[in-house]
T-cell receptor
Framework: ELKVEQNPLFLSMQEGKNYTIYCNYS?????LYWYRQDPGKSLESLFV?????AVKQEGRLMASLDTKARLSTLHITAAVHDLSATYFC?????????????FGKGTKLSVKP | GAGVSQSPSNKVTEKGKDVELRCDPI?????LYWYRQSLGQGLEFLIY????????KSGLPSDRFSAERTGGSVSTLTIQRTQQEDSAVYLC???????????FGPGTRLLVL
C-alpha cells in the first residue's frame, strides 16, 4: 500500500527566511506532484516531477525528486507572506491503469512579517 | 469551460437523505477523478474514470457511494442514506489522459445534519 508522509505539518516562518518541506513515500512511483491550497479554495497544481533527479523551479519555490530515496523536497527561498497556504505532495500509483493520487496530509505554511 | 466546475458549491442535508454532486471536467479531458477532503482523513481518492474503461472504484468507502460519467464528460457522485461522517468537501479533478496532471474543481461542501 502506497503511503505518503509530509513533514513538517505546520510551519511558521519569517519573511525572508528559507525552509524545506519533505515528502516521503513508501513504494515505487513514477509521478510526484506538489499542489497548493489556499483557505477555502481548491488545489492548484505547482509542479510535476517524473524522473529521478528532476528539479523544477517557479519563483521562490523549487521542487526536487529522489526516486531512490523515495523523497521529494519543496524548498522555499526568501519567503514572502503571499506564500502562506497549505502545500500537498501527491504520489501516483506505479504502472498499470492506476490514475489516482495518494496525498500527504499537507504542510500548513504561515509566513509572518 | 476554462476549468473544472462543480455544483452545488454547498449542500446541507439531513441524515438519511440522498445527495447528488455534479462535476463538469475541462473540455477534452478524458480522465475524471473524485476525491474527498475532511479534517480527520485528509484528501482521499474515491473513484477514477478513464475514457470508456471500467471505472476504478477502489476508493469508495461504502456501497452507499456511487458515481457515473455520462457521455465521457459530466460526472455525478451519489451518496445514498447520508451519514454525518459523510460531511466533507468533495473535489472533482480532470486530466487530459490518465496519469497526467490533475486539475481540481472548487469542490462541493457537504454538511450532513
Amino acid at each position: 500500500e502506497l503511503k505518503v508522509e509530509q513533514n513538517p505539518l505546520f510551519l511558521s516562518m519569517q519573511e525572508g527566511k528559507n525552509y524545506t518541506i519533505y515528502c516521503n513515500y513508501s513504494t515505487t512511483s513514477d509521478r510526484l506532484y506538489w499542489y497548493r491550497q489556499d483557505p477555502g479554495k481548491s488545489l492548484e497544481s505547482l509542479f510535476v516531477l517524473l524522473s529521478n533527479g528532476a528539479v523544477k523551479q517557479e519563483g521562490r519555490l523549487m521542487a526536487s525528486l529522489d526516486t531512490k530515496a523515495r523523497l521529494s523536497t519543496l524548498h522555499i527561498t526568501a519567503a514572502v507572506h503571499d506564500l502562506s497556504a497549505t502545500y500537498f505532495c501527491a504520489v501516483g500509483g506505479y504502472g498499470g491503469s492506476q490514475g489516482n493520487l495518494i496525498f500527504g496530509k499537507g504542510t500548513k505554511l504561515s509566513v509572518k512579517p | 469551460g476554462a476549468g473544472v466546475s462543480q455544483s452545488p458549491s454547498n449542500k446541507v442535508t439531513e441524515k438519511g437523505k440522498d445527495v447528488e454532486l455534479r462535476c463538469d471536467p475541462i473540455s477534452g479531458h478524458t480522465a475524471l477523478y473524485w476525491y474527498r477532503q475532511s479534517l480527520g482523513q485528509g484528501l482521499e481518492f474515491l473513484i477514477y474514470f478513464q475514457g470508456n474503461s471500467a471505472p476504478d472504484k477502489s476508493g469508495l468507502p461504502s456501497d452507499r457511494f456511487s458515481a457515473e460519467r455520462t457521455g465521457g464528460s459530466v460526472s455525478t457522485l451519489t451518496i445514498q442514506r447520508t451519514q454525518q461522517e459523510d460531511s466533507a468537501v468533495y473535489l472533482c479533478a480532470s486530466s487530459l489522459q490518465g496519469r497526467e496532471t490533475q486539475y481540481f474543481g472548487p469542490g462541493t461542501r457537504l454538511l450532513v445534519l
